[in-house]
């Protein structure tokens, strides 16, 4: 069974729509025992940083994520909340990445957010290398830096981390759910892992 996290950001239902169509069983909880008892945990997010982590510290679900076992996947938003440090309204988040969150800088014809189709480049981990220069779906304004725990790289304005791993977090910066064949594939090179 897996858990998707749900707390105050959106694009919860997109994420459960992808399971539906890969036949896998999921809840949709906030519930500390349900979350502790999945075999693996989604945890998506669109949103503004700093509101949604006083809503998790409220809930104490910062702390339960950071602590979880199992397979556990953040997901743009979520992604940025498994760092330390988010430029966004100057929040501290949850730190199981020990990585700063920066907001992108507008370049020439480049503007932000980053929003759209985007190729990716996986370097190790995780990441299928069959979905090399295969495009997903971004929409974000802030990036993780390229770092130790990589998977995957996208070129936006600079070089930025499009999927990240360290232990049992799995992260990626674009929307999965929202990028088609390419997308089911990385969610079921997720679901896979133990």
């Known amino acids: 069974m897996v858990a998707i996290i749900k707390y105050n950001a959106g694009n919860i239902r ?11 069983s999921f809840t949709i909880t906030d519930n500390p025992e349900e979350i502790q008892k ?11 940083a700093n509101t949604t982590m006083c809503y998790l510290k409220e809930k104490k679900l910062d702390a339960l994520i ?16 498994l760092c330390a440090y988010s430029e966004e309204n100057d929040t501290r988040c949850i730190g199981v990445f020990d990585e700063q969150v920066k907001k992108f800088q ?19 981990e995780w990441v299928d290398r069959d979905v090399a220069d295969k495009f997903v779906y971004f929409v974000h304004s802030y990036f993780v830096p390229v770092n130790s725990h990589t998977s995957a790289i996208t070129e936006y304005i600079q070089p930025f981390s499009a999927a990240m791993k360290k232990d049992n977090f799995y992260a990626v910066q674009f929307h999965p759910e929202k990028s088609a064949a390419v997308g089911e594939k990385i969610l079921c090179s997720f679901l896979k892992q133990s």
């Open 14 to 24: 997109s994420v459960a729509f992808a399971l539906e169509r890969l036949q896998v």
């Open 38 to 48: 999945a075999d693996k945990i989604i945890f998506p997010g669109v949103g503004e």
């Open 66 to 81: 950071k602590n979880l076992k199992q397979p556990v996947l953040g997901i743009c938003l979520g992604m940025q909340l």
């Open 106 to 124: 507008p370049q020439g014809h480049e503007k932000v957010p980053h929003m759209g189709w985007n190729s990716i480049l996986p370097t190790h």
